[in-house]
């Protein structure tokens, strides 16, 4: 069972309805953030508390706009502080205290906020719903007492701690030297060339894209980025092509702009480098002086620019100005570290994006061992094993492996060292000086994001070393913590998308599991971003964690976010002083039998337990007294997600659920819970598992009230059906009776256990359906005619037992213009499917079935048209080879590769056969003719 943002059963219906707060909207500020506690969406509840909407007692509303005024003051005051790069011990000891403050006091007014709204409206009339009332009022006035006595304390705390802040207040400057005073990418201009490792395979690419071009652009002004994190070597890159090119460009220039740029200086030294001679600037010039001077003697020159580091598109915007588009095979190089901004720096040839990637296991070892022994032949047997474990850390980051290699290179070469080395590399990010550089440069990425990505970002460091972590469970997350606003015009998930997507755009997160739209499903943190993160997190008692054997629990006051890895160490102890009562998330990796018991953690938002074993159930007992939790998740499922559970009556109570999958129908189910089933307005993902087939002489009242159920919900906001089941079984009812808006429903899919014995004419209506996974038997032209047709489909696999056309499945070059996968599965395809000149012009990846015996007793030519799918990526063709002979397999396989050897050389290309058992061996049967005519 799992349950995001609702309850999952009928015990649990009410249990997890958001706290009834009124329907105000709250802006970007509205959101808890890192470093500043709760005060953003803390003020918002301040306000609501205000509203009519809460009745309190005389007194309580002005301690509310006091501690709304204190906490106004207290929000300016960290923003300030945040402004500095590395504020001073007592500033940092004033943000710690007036953040946990924030913490405190929202727990407060959250349980007073939820104790105000939870007031009965369902008590039935006559003497015992007068008396219930009358219950109602006496525990409403002492929970307003409660809440005011509560309030009161909060003020006197608030008092307190701005008392202390006014006497102790130092004043002068509140910032250090700044980290970033020395630019961090200063040794990659001076690396020797014998030291670089893995670097001979991108270098040559680059200079491939940069030099080679069609002739009809020979001449143009061209512009390639390299993109990636810090630390892969971006500059070390483009300062190798500099020197690889050297000669080749008569005027060169190499320039860095960095996160906060001083234009007049990066156009100066611009000019300074191209014509030195020629040229001198005036001090006094400004930016459009300097362009000027820069495009009119560039305006008849061949130059090659190097601009390093680029941190948004408008910098570039500017910079690209000084260059003129003239005819004379210019060429610039950029390296940024955020995808958005490399695209358009080359807009609009994104293709000139070149996406630097960590060394792999042959070069980090080969770079490691140069840098510590020499050469690898030189590492101490002893030291293997440790060594192996400190480049998996590594994870191919150049300056991660140089880093560590070089503090390793001056330590003893004992396997005591190396190890604590290692387990300490987390840690040494905060103390050892040797790391610093690293550091530094990891921080520049972090110290870019907007203070609601920084959120995100840190919320990670929950997750184990190497853990994929699905995009969708981080969203709900993320929503149910506060990190994401409620603006009313936009929709919660997509927002916290488009802000999962940003974190991957600036290359802080690894994307994984590339779906048919282009979407992530999953993340990966780089472990050194990773350690980066949890030292920030730790430091800010934004989570408590231990993430393995290395990693101590961290001694905090008050725990605000808990992770705990059973699955590193079996043993982990909460010790008896950590204050868990004021715990908001709680995270779980693992089985143990001592787990903080949920009876003390009363303001906790996110119960996350990735716990294969069966829970004891006084562990969930106490579960109903946790009024604040919006998110709740057992074994690894999202949402309610059950494997073939019953529908059950009392499904329409759960009015929160978005997502409800396989979920079962059969004959034991209740027609009432069918017709319940139509009443999830917000429902948008629904699994079925129908399970009754024809043979049941209930069908029709079944089926009646599951296409009305359907019909509604498709007016809510279903986006996504997919039914499965067991039994090869007709879904002709759906086929006239439902019809599914047109501007909802984005995916449908059926399990090869259904079929439709045509294709289902609403089909055509859905004009935003992007996948599509259909059964249908027997399958014929007016099928692809009919999807050719929908203008959103990326994703298209259709089963069928047989296809009707011996003359072939022709696909024309009319429809199909955005779809990007096709899968075809057919045992009967006769001659299969062929594809004209221009057809599905965006398609990458296709597998298709070709009946060997058919091809060649039907088929004249082998001329497929494969040739014609110029974006194809990935091809895999199934031959099935049932009642063929061996040559005619053999032809047919010999003419796919043909066509496929006329695409991209970047093609994967994949042949299955079939039935191979099947294939009559000619050979075979000519001497058994012969041994017949002899005897």
């Not at 143009?220 to 050297?246: D, P, W, Y």
């Not at 001077?293 to 008849?300: A, H, S």
Request: aromatic content about 8%; proline content about 3%; some cysteine.
């Amino acid at each position: 069972m799992a349950i995001s943002s609702s309850g999952a059963a009928a015990p649990l219906a009410g249990l997890l309805q958001s706290t009834p707060y009124p329907r105000t909207e709250r802006g970007m500020e509205a959101v808890v953030c890192a470093s500043h506690g709760v005060i953003g969406s803390l003020l918002w509840k301040l306000s609501a508390l205000l509203s009519d909407e809460y009745n309190l007692l005389t007194g309580v509303k002005s301690n509310i706009i006091f501690l709304k005024a204190e906490l106004e003051s207290i929000d300016v005051f960290l923003k300030k502080m945040y402004e500095f790069e590395d504020p001073d011990e007592q500033s940092m000891f004033w943000m710690k205290e007036f953040r946990e403050l924030s913490y405190d006091i929202e727990d407060i007014i959250d349980a007073s906020m939820f104790s105000l709204g939870y007031e009965s409206n369902r008590r039935p009339r006559g003497f015992k719903g007068f008396a219930g009332r009358c219950m109602d009022f006496l525990t409403n006035v002492k929970t307003r007492h409660w809440i005011a006595k509560k309030i009161h304390c909060l003020k006197c705390c608030v008092i307190e701690a701005s008392n202390r802040h006014a006497r102790y207040k130092v004043d002068g400057s509140v910032s250090k030297l700044s980290r970033t005073s020395l630019d961090p990418r200063l040794p990659a201009f001076y690396t020797e060339t014998t030291r670089l490792v893995g670097i001979d395979g991108p270098r040559d690419k680059l200079i491939k894209m940069l030099v080679e071009e069609d002739d009809a652009l020979v001449h143009q002004l061209k512009v390639v980025s390299i993109v990636g994190f810090g630390g892969l070597g971006k500059t070390t890159h483009a300062n190798e092509v500099c020197r690889k090119l050297e000669g080749q460009f008569k005027y060169q220039a190499f320039v860095s702009v960095s996160q906060k740029p001083d234009i007049k200086k990066i156009l100066r030294h611009i000019l300074s480098q191209i014509c030195w001679r020629e040229c001198i600037s005036d001090e006094a010039w400004d930016e459009q002086q300097l362009i000027h001077t820069i495009r009119q003697f560039l305006k008849d020159k061949r130059c090659f620019i190097v601009i390093d580091d680029i941190w948004s598109t408008s910098a570039w915007r500017t910079i690209k100005c000084a260059f003129p588009e003239n005819n004379c095979s210019s060429r610039i190089l950029t390296t940024t570290r955020i995808i958005t901004v490399a695209k358009y720096c080359c807009s609009p040839h994104h293709d000139n994006v070149y996406e630097i990637k960590p060394l792999g296991a042959i070069h980090s070892k080969s770079l490691f061992f140069k840098q510590t022994f020499g050469s690898e032949d030189k590492c101490p047997l002893h030291l293997k094993e440790v060594s192996n474990a400190i480049l998996r850390k590594c994870g191919g980051l150049p300056l991660g492996i140089i880093t560590v290699a070089s503090l390793l290179a001056n330590k003893a070469s004992t396997k005591e060292e190396w190890e604590s080395i290692h387990n300490s590399i987390g840690s040494a990010l905060e103390k050892d000086t040797d790391m610093e550089e690293m550091k530094r440069i990891l921080l520049l990425s972090y110290d870019d994001l907007p203070y609601h990505l920084k959120t995100c970002l840190l919320y990670l460091s929950i997750f184990p070393e190497d853990y994929e972590i699905k995009r969708d469970r981080l969203i709900r997350r993320w929503i149910a913590e506060g990190f994401i606003p409620t603006e009313g015009v936009h929709d919660m998930e997509e927002v916290g998308e488009c802000y999962f997507n940003d974190l991957i755009n600036r290359s802080m997160i690894l994307p994984v599991n590339i779906q048919y739209d282009g979407r992530a499903d999953a993340c990966r943190v780089h472990d050194m971003i990773l350690d980066l993160i949890i030292s920030i997190s730790v430091k800010e008692n934004f989570v408590t964690l231990h993430v393995d054997q290395n990693y101590k629990i961290v001694q905090q006051n008050k725990v605000r976010r808990l992770s705990l890895n059973y699955h590193a160490r079996e043993d982990i102890m909460i010790p008896s002083s950590m204050i868990v009562s004021h715990v908001r998330s709680l995270t779980i990796f693992g089985y143990a039998e001592h787990m903080p018991p949920l009876s003390k953690l009363q303001f906790m938002r996110v119960l996350d337990l990735e716990n294969k074993m069966v829970l004891d159930h006084s562990f969930l007992k106490h579960i109903h007294r946790l009024s604040q939790l919006k998110y709740l998740r057992l074994n690894k499922l999202v949402c309610l997600r059950v494997n073939s559970l019953e529908l059950p009556e009392g499904i329409g109570n759960l009015q929160a659920l978005q997502e409800l999958s396989e979920i079962e129908i059969n004959h034991n189910t209740s027609v009432y819970s069918l017709q319940e089933l139509g009443n999830l307005k917000k429902l948008r993902i629904l699994g079925l598992n129908w399970s009754i087939s024809d043979s049941n002489c209930d069908i029709k009242i079944y089926a009646d009230n599951l296409v009305t159920s359907l019909c509604k919900l498709g007016m809510f906001n279903l986006r996504s059906i997919q039914i499965q089941g067991y039994h090869i079984i007709s879904l002709d009812f759906l086929l006239d009776s439902w019809f599914p808006p047109p501007h909802l429903l984005q995916k449908f899919e059926m399990s090869i256990s259904y079929f439709f014995p045509r294709i289902p004419k609403w089909i055509e209506s859905l004009e935003y359906l992007s996948y599509l996974d259909i059964y249908i038997n027997p399958v014929d032209e007016e099928t692809f005619q009919i999807l050719a047709g929908l203008p959103s489909l990326i994703f298209l696999w259709i089963s069928s037992r047989a296809a009707t056309p011996k003359k072939g499945l022709i696909i024309s070059c009319n429809g199909f213009q955005c779809l990007r996968e096709l899968y075809f599965t057919c045992w009967e395809s006769q001659t299969g499917m062929m594809f004209e000149a221009g057809a599905m012009p965006n398609l990458e990846k296709l597998r298709v079935p070709y009946n060997a015996c058919d091809i060649c007793s039907l088929h004249g030519g082998m001329d497929f048209g494969i040739q014609h799918l110029c974006s194809l990526k990935h091809l895999h063709v199934e031959i099935i080879c049932r009642g063929a002979k061996l040559q005619e397999v053999e032809a047919l396989e010999n003419a796919i590769k043909s066509a496929a050897g006329l695409l991209s050389d970047e093609l994967t290309f994949e042949v299955s056969r079939w039935d191979e058992e099947e294939i009559i061996d000619m050979d075979q049967e000519l001497a058994e003719d012969d041994f017949d005519t002899i005897n």
